[in-house]
T-cell receptor, first 114, second 112 residues
Framework: AQSVTQPDIHITVSEGASLELRCNYS??????LFWYVQSPGQGLQLLLK??????LVQGIKGFEAEFKRSQSSFNLRKPSVHWSDAAEYFC????????????FGPGTRLSVLP | SQTIHQWPATLVQPVGSPLSLECTVE??????LYWYRQAAGRGLQLLFY??????ISSEVPQNLSASRPQDRQFILSSKKLLLSDSGFYLC???????????FGSGTRLTVV
């Protein structure tokens, strides 16, 4: 079974600074990889996804992520953070349509200082 | 376009009372439907998923049940709520392995 780790529980950055959120996965083949964002009290919104092709994927809200097979990582990046980016970010790994084959990481909470 | 509706947005229920949370999807047919729970400060826990009408799979033993009476309707229920049932409940649908989830806006359940 696959698993996902997000080493950073909470990250604080200043507005305008760059951001990188880490995600590592464990799976025998290339999985489907996702990043979601959750604002307080809201559902999750898909930022971007990867399952084949170019290992650098662009998402919404200026986010991008890079798949590195050798490191089993799928880190999320943004060159300049805005105060509205403060939220919880979840990395997820899926291998099939059904529930037990889609796993969310524990999440990283992002705080943005003015 | 596909949309997912989840209600109510917030709910405060006493211990021992019943629960019914409803989720409906529009703009798609035969979706895979899911119920997740997110406890305070914790990640997402898959509770149930359904691949078709009347087909429910439970991921964890619990005080909850799910039903899918129609193709685009997914209901989460309990006969008697426990304090530990408090949390943020999210309904989601997904079409295939390459698709991400589309989540509803969630229901904040507080059992008192």
């Amino acid at each position: 079974a696959q698993s996902v780790t997000q080493p950073d529980i909470h990250i604080t950055v200043s507005e305008g600074a760059s951001l990188e959120l880490r995600c590592n996965y464990s799976y025998g083949a290339t999985p489907y990889l996702f990043w979601y964002v959750q604002s307080p009290g809201q559902g999750l919104q898909l930022l971007l996804k990867y399952f084949s092709g170019d290992t650098l994927v662009q998402g919404i809200k200026g986010f991008e992520a890079e798949f590195k097979r050798s490191q089993s990582s799928f880190n999320l990046r943004k060159p300049s953070v805005h105060w509205s980016d403060a939220a919880e970010y979840f990395c997820a790994v899926g291998t099939a349509p059904y529930g037990q084959n889609f796993v969310f990481g524990p999440g990283t909470r992002l705080s943005v200082l003015p | 376009s596909q949309t997912i509706h989840q209600w109510p947005a917030t709910l405060v229920q006493p211990v021992g009372s019943p629960l019914s949370l409803e989720c409906t999807v529009e703009g798609t047919s035969n979706p895979n439907l899911y119920w997740y729970r997110q406890a305070a400060g914790r990640g997402l826990q898959l509770l149930f998923y359904s691949v078709g009408i009347g087909q429910i799979s439970s991921e964890v033993p619990q005080n909850l049940s799910a039903s899918r009476p129609q193709d685009r309707q997914f209901i989460l229920s309990s006969k008697k709520l426990l304090l530990s049932d408090s949390g943020f409940y999210l309904c989601a649908w997904r079409q295939g392995a390459a698709d991400g989830y589309t989540f509803g806006s969630g229901t904040r359940l507080t059992v008192v």
